[in-house]
Nanobody, 124 residues
């Protein structure tokens, strides 16, 4: 099993920045794909960003391209989501996820492990 623990959420104003962290523990591997998803009440969980372990290739949702950056520190088993120019529509619970695969996927069903989420609220 793999345990994921998100942190860094909070209440910020539009245009502000925030960095989320996800610490992985248990049977982890630097080769696994890591991703960030977000969800608001009444909506499906949506893909935000993902990063591979082998070549650090990344993928972003169109809504966050140019504003969010995903990165990872394999020595610490931690993945980050640096968020800039935050908008009210970015408000959601953000979840960290991982999958034992090589390629980044935007499909939530293919991810094997999930954190419990961290709330990000962006006020206007």
């Amino acid at each position: 099993q793999v345990h994921l623990a998100e942190s860094g959420g909070g209440l910020v104003q539009a245009g502000d920045s925030l960095r989320l962290s996800c610490a992985a523990s248990g049977r982890t591997s630097s080769e696994w794909v890591m991703g960030w998803f977000r969800q608001v009440p009444g909506k499906e969980r949506e893909f935000v960003a993902g990063i591979s372990g082998s070549d650090l290739s990344t993928r972003y949702a169109d809504s966050v391209k140019g504003r969010f950056t995903i990165s990872r520190d394999n020595t610490k088993n931690t993945v980050y989501l640096q968020m800039h120019s935050l908008k009210p529509e970015d408000t959601a619970v953000y979840y960290c996820a991982c999958r034992y695969r090589t390629y980044v996927s935007a499909q939530r069903s293919v991810y094997d492990y999930w954190g419990v989420g961290t709330q990000v609220t962006v006020s206007s």
